[in-house]
């Protein structure tokens, strides 16, 4: 098995008003050794100061821009910084930093280019009913308009090697940039495995999350955009 350094691995993570938990996210990810960068899209808190304190190299954006946008921010300046693998992770604390080398490893081990987190393969413990029954529906769609047979669509725990990185162009916000992520993986050709993760849902992330409202609207509005390409 090759042995990979934690410092061949970035960690871009994005946020917007997560002035509450983002200092020991970072701490967490670096406690492990991986480098941390951190996109402020434009948040009104102390959100990047923070970060930058706790060691984090912090990219602001100006204006919020949405949630993909950050993320492509940070992929692209991981690149350009010569990282070998590239892992997205969620500002809110529910991911866990152990998930990291599992994916990574998987990169190697599978000889591909995204490793896609799974809670449902894995564990999502407190994940409300309402929620669970969107993110399949989501799964649902994503498989029928990618043909990727994934098992959780809208995961922001996933990584990317360069060439990964290469094919991906995010723009989309909120639960909108995970479905781009899959389309572009999928029409990429490139190769993806899943692996399991734990999402943990805690009073924080589950008020930060999308809603019922939002996602149904969202799940609409990708329908609509497929049928006009």
Same mark, same amino acid.
């Given at each position: 098995?090759?042995?990979?350094s934690?410092?061949?691995?970035?960690?871009?993570?994005?946020?917007?008003?997560?002035? *509450?938990?983002?200092?020991?996210?970072?701490?967490?990810?670096?406690?492990?050794?991986?480098?941390?960068?951190?996109?402020?899209d434009?948040?009104?808190d102390?959100?990047?100061?923070?970060?930058?304190a706790?060691?984090?190299?912090?990219?602001k954006?100006?204006f919020?821009?949405?949630?993909?946008?950050a993320?492509? %921010?940070?992929i692209?300046?991981a690149?350009?910084?010569?990282?070998?693998?590239?892992?997205?992770?969620?500002a809110?604390?529910?991911?866990?930093v152990?998930?990291?080398?599992? =994916?990574?490893?998987?990169?190697?081990?599978?000889?591909?280019?995204?490793?896609?987190?799974s809670r449902?393969?894995?564990?999502?413990p407190?994940?409300p009913?309402?929620r669970?029954?969107?993110?399949?529906?989501?799964?649902?769609?994503?498989?029928?308009?990618?043909?990727?047979q994934?098992?959780d669509?809208?995961?922001?725990?996933?990584?990317?090697?360069r060439?990964? *990185?290469?094919?991906?162009?995010?723009?989309?916000?909120?639960?909108?940039?995970a479905?781009?992520c899959l389309?572009?993986?999928?029409?990429?050709?490139?190769?993806?495995?899943e692996?399991?993760?734990?999402i943990e849902? %805690?009073?924080?992330?589950l008020?930060?999350?999308?809603?019922?409202r939002? *996602?149904?609207?969202? =799940?609409?509005?990708?329908f609509a955009?497929?049928?006009?390409?």
């Open positions: 098995m090759e042995s990979i934690p410092a061949q691995v970035y960690v871009v993570i994005a946020a917007y008003n997560e002035g *509450a938990v983002i200092s020991r996210v970072v701490t967490d990810v670096q406690r492990a050794g991986y480098r941390v960068v951190v996109v402020d434009g948040s009104p102390t959100t990047a100061d923070i970060a930058h706790a060691g984090a190299t912090v990219i954006h100006p919020n821009l949405g949630q993909g946008a993320l492509q %921010t940070g692209e300046y690149v350009a910084q010569g990282a070998a693998f590239i892992v997205t992770f969620d809110d604390g529910q991911h866990r152990s998930d990291i080398s599992r =994916l990574v490893q998987a990169l190697v081990e599978e000889r591909a280019d995204f490793a896609l987190g449902f393969l894995g564990h999502a407190n994940l009913l309402l669970r029954l969107m993110l399949q529906a989501a799964t649902l769609f994503t498989r029928l308009t990618t043909g990727l994934v098992t669509t809208h995961n922001g725990l996933r990584a990317m090697t060439r990964g *990185a290469a094919a991906i162009r995010l723009r989309q916000n909120r639960m909108a940039h479905s781009e389309s572009q993986i999928g029409a990429s050709g490139l190769r993806y495995v692996r399991p993760v734990t849902y %805690t009073p924080y992330s008020a930060k999350g999308q809603n019922m939002d *996602a149904v609207l969202i =799940l609409l509005d990708l955009r497929r049928l006009h390409r």
